[in-house]
C-alpha cells in the first residue's frame, strides 16, 4: 500500500506564490511518477504536472513557465513551485503516485487564489 500526504495549500493574492509537497510512504517501487492534478468546482480534474523518478517532467497547458515540478528521490518526496498565481488556479490539488500500472492518490489540499 502506498500513503500520499499533501501540503502547503492555503490562501493567497493573484501574483503570489505557493509550494505544495507530496510526501509518499509505503511499498514505493521505480520507476514511478509522481504528479499532481487539480479540480476546481464543476470541473473535471486535470492534469497540473507530472515527473517520472528519472527526471522527465510534463505541464498543463495553463500552468507552463509559471509552475515547476520537482522531487526528491531519497525522501520519495515531490514539489510543486507555484508563482504568478491566478484566481483561475483555485481548486483542490490532488497528488497522485503512479507504478505497475496502479495509480495512488492523496487526500487532496486546498488552494484558493483572491484577485
Known amino acids: 500500500q502506498v500513503r500520499l500526504v499533501e501540503s502547503g495549500g492555503g490562501l493567497v493574492q493573484a501574483g503570489g506564490s505557493l509550494r505544495l509537497s507530496c510526501a509518499a510512504s509505503?511499498?514505493?517501487?521505480?520507476?514511478?511518477?509522481m504528479g499532481w492534478y487539480r479540480q476546481a468546482p464543476g470541473k473535471q480534474r486535470e492534469l497540473v504536472a507530472d515527473?517520472?523518478?528519472?527526471?522527465?517532467?510534463d505541464y498543463g497547458d495553463s500552468v507552463k513557465g509559471r509552475f515547476t515540478i520537482s522531487r526528491d528521490n531519497a525522501r520519495n518526496t515531490a514539489y510543486l513551485q507555484m508563482n504568478s498565481l491566478k484566481p483561475e488556479d483555485t481548486a483542490v490539488y490532488y497528488c497522485?503516485?503512479?507504478?505497475?500500472?496502479?495509480?495512488?492518490w492523496g487526500q487532496g489540499t486546498q488552494v484558493t487564489v483572491s484577485s
Open positions: 497522485s503516485l503512479g507504478q505497475w500500472g496502479v495509480d495512488y
Open positions: 515527473i517520472t523518478s528519472g527526471g522527465s517532467t
Open positions: 509505503g511499498n514505493i517501487f521505480r520507476p514511478n511518477s
